[in-house]
């Protein structure tokens, strides 16, 4: 089974920090992603990477950058924290663009 | 532009009682589309993937079925573990590889 772990399910930072999230897939896949989840909006792409050092934006990229130095890891940086950026996030990976998107559980982040 | 939309947004069926949850959408070209389960807290676990009309999957009390227009997941004699929401999310062939969910349709099953 594949398996999409994030470092932390629960985070809480002050506005104007800078924020990583982590992500870790352990089925050698090519692509990754970041989306996150609001009520009423429904799962967003953020940012996605189908190969090492490369990545596309999404549908919402501001306030946000990405980092994949190695295979197995996709890394989330929140620039400056605001407090719209108070979300659950989640991480997915798949083997090729067609197949199907595996997620993580999800860090839910809150910015005070 | 492309879209997905989900009906109803909330289904409380009685154990045993059968339905069927909609997923509607508009994308030019589709490369895929893709049920996904939720339950509170976690994230989405994939169920199915169609690609072409007239395609259906099966896994247990679920069953997918595909239209040009539409998508439908039938859940047959439902069990109290079954409740979660159900994600529909749609792949067109431009779109690389991003996934357009739609809201969800949150699946109560009484015993």
């Known amino acids: 089974d594949v398996k999409v772990t994030q470092s932390s399910r629960y985070l809480v930072k002050r506005t104007g920090e800078k924020v990583f999230l982590e992500c870790v897939q352990d089925?050698?896949?090519?692509?990754m992603f970041w989306y996150r989840q609001d009520p009423g909006l429904g799962l967003r792409l953020i940012y996605f990477?189908?190969?090492?050092?490369?990545?596309e934006k999404g549908d919402i990229p501001e306030g946000y950058s990405v980092s994949r130095e190695k295979k197995e890891r996709f890394s989330l940086i929140l620039e400056s924290a605001s407090t719209n950026q108070t979300s659950m996030y989640l991480c997915?990976?798949?083997?090729?663009?067609?197949?199907?998107?595996?997620f993580g559980d999800g860090t839910r982040l809150s910015i005070l | 532009e492309d879209q997905v939309t989900q009906s109803p947004e909330a289904l409380r069926l009685q154990e045993g009682e059968s339905s069927s949850l909609n997923c509607s959408y508009t994308?030019?070209?589709?490369?895929?589309l893709f049920w996904y389960r939720q339950d509170p807290g976690k994230g989405p676990e994939f169920l199915f993937t169609?690609?072409?009309a007239g395609e259906e999957k099966e896994k247990e009390r679920l069953k997918a079925t595909l239209t040009k227009k539409e998508s439908f997941l039938h859940i047959t004699a439902p069990k109290p573990e079954d409740s979660a929401t159900y994600l529909c999310?749609?792949?067109?062939?431009?779109?690389?590889?991003?996934?357009?969910f739609g809201q969800g349709t949150e699946l109560s099953v009484k015993p």
């Open positions: 990477s189908y190969d090492v050092k490369m990545k």
């Open positions: 999310a749609v792949q067109g062939i431009n779109q690389g590889g991003k996934l357009i």
């Open positions: 997915a990976s798949a083997s090729q663009l067609n197949q199907p998107q595996h």
């Open positions: 994308v030019s070209g589709l490369r895929g």
């Open positions: 089925m050698d896949h090519e692509n």
């Open positions: 169609l690609y072409s």
